[in-house]
């Protein structure tokens, strides 16, 4: 469903990404590792159509992220790493934007409202302003806006960053439910959460691909933990 | 269009959830009323609005960029247009989105002077084709001042930087058909030269529509701008996402 060929993107001298090219299949749970700066929220970017890539190209459900963005982007749920939202508004409001973007009307939007409200767990903070919502409900209701169509793809940059053990779980279990009839891309630095519910990692440093593969396999391979595979491959490679 | 429609909503709305709008009516309708009175408009005794209308263009000057300071300034400071541009939304249809948003405001604050007009009206009989035309005028200058609001908005993260440049390039468009400026390109310009610099600023097209002469010049004048700018504001958002 996620096909990247050879995607390059540079900001001024610096090389953010490299040449990186993979595929993703329905069903595929995909972490996304490397350490800060190896390029892995300017994929995300990239494929979220948000940032145009220098060379290469990406396609995603077979639309090309250059010629059909807004398809690419109606068929994406994209959680960015700082969350943006609209602070002045409520929750509610909020969502309910995205639904006018996404055209989404009538009984479909009060079903989509409803089920993701709950699925996120933000019913008690509906009608509240998001500036005053703590960091782990701010998430949430980003989580929210990236589920709200039901996509067939979604695209999580650090989804799990700043919440507490509690959410953090929350919210491993529903990227296991919904694993099965989706394909999602996760980023993260929280190896255990790859074990949790990656069923493949790649590993990126310096906008290339170092590693590809299952958590398993990887540790296998190494013969020691995912922590210690990560910093064998991102130091050895890198230095 | 749902797009479209999703950004103007909501863009019209936050005018509304922030002090921002209430600020902006009670200083634009002070200043405005302030001014027409200090220029005598009950001592001219003429039944028309014509020392009302005439500080407008002065009083935009300041006034339109403050409304428009923010409007991608701001997106772009707290990170939301990663959000609004991983919506299915055109750039198109978001800056179109925001910036007629923001000129339904200023039409608000606009039609909010109306007990001026009604005043005059009770006063006396008011060429109300005037009016309507006068009217219209300071509808079509708030549009143009907006347009160049939106596209220094776009240029810089900064909302005083967006404001300063837009305040500047306001004025510029402004004065240039002043006739103070106008006498002193005189000095060193060909008279073609100096007409030319009058027909490309506000003031000109502006003062000729107050007249009640409605003229296919002076409406596409701001048409054009208005076009021309946003657009300029489409292509400066749409190279950002070039990196």
Redesign the interface.
Known sequence: MIKIKELR???GPIVAVDGVSFEVEKGQVLGFLGPNGAGKSTVM?ML?????PDGGTASICGYDIIKNP??V??N?G?L?E?V??????TAG?FLN??C????LEGKRRKDALDKTVAMCHIESVYHQTIETLSKGYKRRVGLA?ALIHEPPVLILDEPTDGLDPNQKHEVRLLIENMAKEKCIVISTHILEEVEGVCNRAIIISKGKILADSTPEKLKAEYNCTLDEVFRKITAHKVA | MQGFLAVFKREFKSYFTTPLAYVFLVVYLFFSGYLAFKDGFFESRQADMMIFFVNMPLLFVFLVPAAAMRLWAEEKKTGSIELLFTLPITVMQAVLGKFLAAWLFLIVAISLTFPMALTVCYLGKPDLGLMAAEYLATILMAGGFLAVGCFFSAVSNNQVISFVLSVVACSVLVFAGMPTTMNYLSTFLPAGAVNTVGLMSFQEHFESILRGVLEFKDISYFIILIAGWIAACGAVLDERRAG
Not at chain 1, 100 to 103: F, I, L, M, Q
């Open positions: 993107k540079s900001f970017r979220a159509c948000f940032l145009r807004i398809q982007r109606q994406i994209y960015a700082n943006p939202s609209y602070s002045d508004m409001a934007f995205v006018d973007a996404r055209g806006q």
